[in-house]
């Protein structure tokens, strides 16, 4: 979590264009309709399908 944070920080103090960052749910879930939107998709993580104990996104320990 507090490397999430971290890149973050790291991006708005670079200033990095980031246009919107909402989670998927305001999308149905629908990748395409978030691209379209201009969200960043990064840091929606997501049950994994036949695997509803991993999330995507995270990284095995």
Same mark, same amino acid.
């Given at each position: #979590?507090?490397?999430?944070?971290?890149?973050? @920080?790291? &991006?708005?103090? +670079?200033?990095?264009?980031?246009?919107?960052?909402?989670? #998927?749910?305001?999308?149905?879930?629908?990748? @395409?309709? &978030?691209?379209? +939107?201009?969200?960043?998709?990064?840091?929606?993580?997501?049950?994994?399908?036949?695997?509803?104990?991993? @999330?995507?996104?995270?990284?095995?320990?």
């Amino acid at each position: #979590m507090h490397l999430t944070r971290s890149g973050v @920080l790291r &991006a708005f103090e +670079d200033r990095f264009p980031i246009r919107r960052m909402r989670v #998927m749910a305001e999308y149905g879930g629908d990748d @395409l309709k &978030a691209m379209a +939107d201009g969200n960043t998709s990064a840091y929606n993580c997501r049950q994994v399908v036949g695997d509803p104990a991993k @999330l995507s996104g995270i990284p095995a320990a």
